[in-house]
């Protein structure tokens, strides 16, 4: 922590839920109490130094009344500090201007009082602001006009007047570019603060406009291949009440277990789709290779799965931190894929699943020589309900969700692939 940030935390202690703006505020008014302080003390020096002791109890007063707010501020009573320290700093000013020639120019001081006043409250504390202007304003006019004074005068030695005079100008300047620099770092915040927001909408906007867009691309789609199984299994009941064969009926439940299965894969999409969606990230330390058995423990029953050769290039203590149900959510659609679209009159249809530590990043690699993916597909595999061949029985959400998936685990996906040879993905996390 910078010698700065520990003299705001002293004087305003932690941000809490303050805006930045407020924050600031607080800051400045506890800067504007210490520089008081510095002021008062150095007018102290020279009032004993110039023997100019009847004025000098004010000086304790105003130190007094300073530390008072000093810790009223702290306690983060931040309004209440301000206004006492613009009342005492307007008494202050009061009652020296009032018993001095203008030639010293303590008049100056209602302009520092002023910006204050407008500096310290925001736009909701408009009133106060206007009742300390007005403050100034009177005494301003009451000391420069009248004969009232609540301090008596003293004799002034003529070179005490333009010394006094210099002294008063460099304090008043130091004290108007204090409060024009944190005018001005206020106005920084509040805009950069408003970009933020712009930025933050329109990142917003955009989620909810692609939301909306899959939305409806989801309820037609997910409607047609929910109803397309369920009126299938439908009609062949219808076809297995009127037939008495046994052949029959038996390629009539084959083929209804087939409708069941896709629409179980269907309604396991949609699950993983909203899981994916809606629940946070969730990561743990695990064993990748563990991850990738257990995938191709739940290919097994498939139809090419007996005559795939698998080949698993993984450190067998290769461990990794992510999203367990995420990563499975990759692995399983990647590694069924391979399998589904393995190309069976290939002498050595095979899947290779490489992964290693790259860069601090985890490198996986799923290969294989199957049909491959066409060109002109490849660029709309990733989409939503997308079906790149007449063998592909599936949702068509499966590598839409894998993209989704691993650019919510801050990753990246990349697909190589050559018609009739194969195809490799590629997933950095």
Known sequence: ????????????????????????????????????????????????????????????????????????????????????????????????????????????????????????????????????????????????????????????????????????????????????????????????????????????NLILTKTNEELDRFIYSTSHDLRAPLNSIQGLINLCERSSSPNELHTYHTMMRDRVEKLENVLGNISQYSKNAKLEIERKEINLREYVEKALFDVRYMEAAGRVRVKIDIEPELKIETDPMRLSIVLNNLISNAFKYSDQTKDDPYVLIQAWIESSHLKLVIADNGEGIDETQQSKVFSMFYRGTTRSTGSGLGLYLVKETVEKLDGTITLSSVLGQGTTFTVML
């Open 1 to 204: 922590m910078s010698m700065f940030k520990k003299l705001e935390f002293w004087l305003v202690g932690d941000r809490g839920e303050k805006s930045l703006s407020d924050y600031r505020r607080a800051v400045l008014a506890g800067y504007s109490a210490l520089v008081s302080l510095a002021t008062s003390i150095y007018y102290i020096v020279i009032n004993y130094v110039r023997s100019y002791n009847p004025s000098v109890f004010l000086y304790y007063i105003f130190i007094v009344v300073l530390l008072i707010a000093l810790w009223v501020n702290k306690t983060g009573r931040h309004w209440l500090a301000k206004c006492i320290l613009l009342l005492i700093m307007n008494f202050i000013v009061f009652a020296f201007s009032s018993r001095e020639p203008p030639v010293p120019s303590a008049f100056l001081f209602f302009i520092i009082s002023s910006l204050t006043a407008l500096v310290f409250f925001d736009a909701k504390e408009k009133k106060s602001t206007a009742v300390f202007l007005a403050l100034s304003g009177s005494l301003y006019l009451i000391a420069r006009f009248t004969e009232f004074s609540i301090v008596s005068n003293r004799p002034i030695d003529p070179a005490y007047l333009q010394r006094a005079y210099d002294n008063n100008l460099v304090i008043a300047y130091f004290f108007s570019v204090l409060a024009v620099y944190f005018l001005v770092r206020i106005n920084h915040s509040v805009e950069a603060s408003l970009e933020n927001r712009e930025k933050q909408i329109l990142e917003k």
